[in-house]
């Protein structure tokens, strides 16, 4: 059974940091792509970051591009999103996702696998 497993979301300032982590059991997390995803109250979900499955190419969202950093470490299935120079608008739930295929994918149906997110809440 495939696990992900968000943490590492709180409360913080505008201007501030965050890194996300993201646990994964019952895959082989090395052979998956994998990405972040946001959705903020009533909007849809969005994509944030993905990563490719040897770390060799990474894609951002225009939005979060300069701020955020997806990285992985295979040898512990881990994913993770560093966020710097928060704003308000990154305000939402972050969910991470896997996939089964190896490149770097933007559209959430590319993802099969997903955690049940972690609150990132940022105040002006």
């Known amino acids: 059974q495939v696990q992900l497993v968000e943490s590492g979301g709180g409360l913080v300032q505008a201007g501030g940091s965050l890194r996300l982590s993201c646990a994964a059991s019952?895959?082989?997390?090395?052979?998956?792509?994998m990405g972040w995803f946001r959705q903020a109250p009533g909007k849809e979900r969005e994509f944030v970051a993905a990563?490719?499955?040897?770390?060799?190419?990474?894609y951002y969202a225009a939005s979060v591009r300069g701020r955020f950093t997806i990285s992985r470490n295979n040898a512990k299935n881990t994913l993770y999103l560093q966020m710097d120079s928060l704003i308000p608008e990154d305000t939402a739930v972050y969910f991470c996702?896997?996939?089964?295929?190896?490149?770097?994918?933007?559209?959430?149906?590319?993802?099969?696998?997903w955690g049940q997110g972690t609150q990132v809440t940022v105040s002006s």
């Open positions: 990563i490719n499955w040897i770390a060799s190419s990474t």
């Open positions: 996702a896997a996939s089964t295929g190896h490149a770097v994918y933007t559209d959430l149906r590319d993802y099969h696998y």
């Open positions: 019952g895959l082989t997390f090395s052979r998956n792509a």
